[in-house]
């Protein structure tokens, strides 16, 4: 099946920098790329809708300044936690659609802990 | 809105099979899903079923729907140790590829 590579799988940073997450599709295009949260002992929530191209669209209650959003090329998604708070700890994963939208690809996820 | 439930926890012998039940509410949903989550890992794709079968075997899981209850249940023969984890559900949202999971099931395996 299609590979969708995410990193860093771990990180830890101090309250205030921002955090990086990148996804890249290694053997196929992705037009779309969904980014999910999950905290401790929680289902994952979609976060947010990447397009290549475009803006992404936001789900109700995530705010769109500090969870940026970049999706430049076909290959390549990118997530930043701006000006990261210990209550954005969570674990980030993203997916990407397979063809006719019949299954989604995810990221090994990234645990994010903000000290 | 979509909404997907799970009981969040059970509990069996080593050897016995399991079964773990989701309802959703979604009926437009066009494929559902099974994925399994170890401690601190990321998803593990376990199997999927399109919406219009009723059944689905692949090795020692069975998916069974019931498409006029919205009910989807997983069952899992010869449960070994190595079957404990977090089982979620998920149905996909109008053929968008966005998916909607349940809260999980946390599946413990008893030796």
């Known amino acids: 099946g299609a590979v969708v590579s995410q990193h860093p799988s771990r990180v830890i940073c101090k309250s205030g920098t921002s955090v990086k997450i990148e996804c890249r599709s290694l053997d196929f295009q992705a037009t779309t790329m969904f980014w999910y949260r999950q905290f401790p002992k929680q289902s994952l929530m979609l976060m947010a809708t990447s397009n290549e191209g475009s803006k992404a669209t936001y789900e109700q209650g995530v705010e769109k300044d500090k969870f940026l959003i970049n999706h430049a090329s076909l290959t390549l998604s990118t997530l930043t936690v701006a000006s990261a708070h210990p209550e954005d700890s969570s674990f980030y994963i993203c997916?990407?659609?397979?063809?006719?939208?019949?299954?989604?690809?995810f990221g090994q996820g990234t645990r994010l802990t903000v000290v | 809105g979509e909404d997907v439930e799970q009981s969040l926890f059970l509990s069996v012998r080593e050897g016995d099979s399991s079964v773990i039940n989701c309802t959703y509410t979604?009926?437009?949903?066009?494929?559902l899903y099974w994925y399994k989550q170890e401690p601190g890992a990321g998803l593990q794709l376990l199997t999927y079923?399109?919406?219009?079968?009723d059944m689905k075997q692949d090795q020692r899981l069975t998916v069974l729907l019931n498409k006029k209850d919205k009910h989807l249940s997983l069952r899992i023969a010869d449960t070994q140790t190595g079957d404990s984890a977090i089982y979620f559900c998920?149905?996909?949202?109008?053929?968008?590829?966005?998916?909607?999971f349940g809260q999980g099931t946390t599946l413990q395996v008893k030796p």
């Open positions: 979604d009926s437009s949903s066009t494929y």
């Open positions: 998920a149905e996909s949202i109008s053929n968008t590829g966005k998916l909607i």
């Open positions: 997916s990407a659609p397979g063809l006719e939208n019949t299954e989604a690809f």
């Open positions: 079923i399109f919406s219009n079968m």
